[in-house]
């Protein structure tokens, strides 16, 4: 398998060459252009141009980092009601595998530790053998919302567009296990990728996380290697990938080769220290908050965006608009969604679907109407089946700047 500081385009070769302190030099010779102002692009920039050329088969994504490549959906691109290909975010913990139709061709699957039988599964041997499940699932990164915390936490400053739903294609994990034989020692799963680490060390993962066996068994947790009826795109984990939905988006590993039954809690990069985890009791904002003290994040909470329109939007006082978006709520259903238009002060219901299936976001509609000239903001908030709510501020503050499920607020302009 080859990968990105091999034979990929121009910009890799200037990310090689970044770290090699031949930087400029190597952008300019990748752009064909000089770049006259050279000497004051900051220490690990990557010019725009060449990020933008990671991002191929993408529209419109907000670029947060290209080492690791990052980018999140603007919120108003997210108003399919199945996320496109082209409108999906991506998380990358390392480098984007450059795959040859033969690493594809001989891609295997393989399933072993606390097992009866090891599997070795080609792509064709999951099309074929196994029953296929289509389903509309949604993932969101852990740090969605990470962007409003404060005190602010490191990572990626996403704001709301670290989500998505489309339709995955593919087994389910249960069944594969199955096949493999479960023995009675296993507990937890452990998730391996054809992404190189950062660093280039082969011997590190980018990322490697887990499931308890339950979440793995469940029926919505699939291995799929189809999207939207098509290939997976390239960013989201073609040819296969894992989704465990509702759980934050780490759990679904992108570009799979094997998943390891393990008969203890996974201990692989980003399992442990504060990685995906949350204080086990909460904590005032700031506080530093020991290994021990934290615990591993299952289900996300109950969350909405508001779709269209986009903030900034101008209608007529009196006049009836449309706002509508979309809500879920990790392993729970989305029960009620309300709208405000007066700061929270009052709420409207609004009109809600039922999910297509378990694990697919709910669409909300309400029609509204602004009183008077002047500057309004709509407010969306969705309620779980658990009864729990967004808040309007954040919610309780942790050091990484997980699970910020505040509300979404639109500008409206009355005139
Ligand atoms: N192999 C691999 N899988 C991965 C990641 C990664 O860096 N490498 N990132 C994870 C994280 S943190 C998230 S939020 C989701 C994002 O999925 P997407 O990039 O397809 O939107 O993929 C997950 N799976
Ligand atoms: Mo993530």
């Known amino acids: 398998m080859s990968h990105p500081s091999g034979d990929q385009p121009q910009h890799n070769l200037s990310r090689r060459a970044l770290f090699t302190g031949a930087g400029t030099a190597a952008f300019a010779a990748a752009l064909g252009l000089p770049i006259p102002f050279a000497r004051f692009l900051p220490e690990g920039v990557i010019p725009v141009a060449l990020a933008q050329d990671g991002l191929s088969g993408k529209e419109g994504l907000t670029i947060l980092g290209d080492r690791p490549l990052n980018a999140e959906t603007p919120v108003h691109l997210l108003d399919e009601n199945v996320t496109s290909a082209a409108h999906m975010f991506v998380r990358n913990n390392g480098l984007t595998p450059s795959l040859t139709d033969e690493d594809i061709a001989n891609w295997t699957l393989s399933i072993d530790g606390e097992v009866e039988r090891p599997l070795t599964l080609s792509l064709d041997d999951l099309r074929g053998d196994f029953q296929q499940v289509a389903l509309q699932l949604q993932i969101e990164c852990g740090g969605n919302g990470r962007k409003f915390i404060t005190p602010a936490a490191r990572g990626n400053q996403w704001s709301f567009g670290a989500v998505s739903c489309a339709e995955w294609t593919g087994v389910r994990l249960s069944d594969v296990l199955s096949r493999a034989g479960l023995k009675r020692s296993a507990v937890y799963t452990g998730h391996y990728s054809a992404d190189l680490h950062l660093s280039g060390d082969p011997e590190k993962h980018a990322i490697s996380r887990g499931v308890p066996i339950a979440k793995a068994m469940e029926p919505h947790t699939i291995i799929a290697h189809a999207m939207n009826g098509d ?185």
């Open 231 to 415: 290939d997976i795109p390239l960013l989201n984990g073609h040819p296969l990938r894992l989704i465990a939905p509702g759980w934050p988006g780490s759990c679904s590993q992108k570009w799979l080769t094997r998943i390891a039954v393990l008969d203890h809690e996974h201990d692989g990069e980003k399992m442990t220290g504060q990685s995906y985890r949350i204080p086990k009791t909460p904590v005032a904002p700031g506080t530093e908050v020991a290994d021990a003290d934290m615990k591993i994040i299952e289900s996300m909470p109950v969350k909405s965006i508001i779709t269209a329109p986009q903030t900034g939007h101008r209608v007529q006082a009196g006049d009836v608009f449309e706002v509508h978006g979309h809500a879920w709520a990790g392993d729970n259903d989305v029960a009620a969604m309300d709208v405000s238009i007066d700061f929270g002060a009052t709420w409207a219901r609004a009109d809600l679907t039922r999910p297509v299936n378990r694990y697919a976001w709910q669409h909300w509609r309400a029609d509204l109407t602004l009183p008077q000239h002047g500057y309004y903001e709509v407010w969306a908030r969705a309620t779980d089946n658990d009864g729990r709510m967004q808040p309007a501020t954040q919610p309780g503050w942790n050091p990484r700047g997980y699970l910020n499920n505040l509300m979404h607020r639109i500008a409206v302009f009355a005139l």
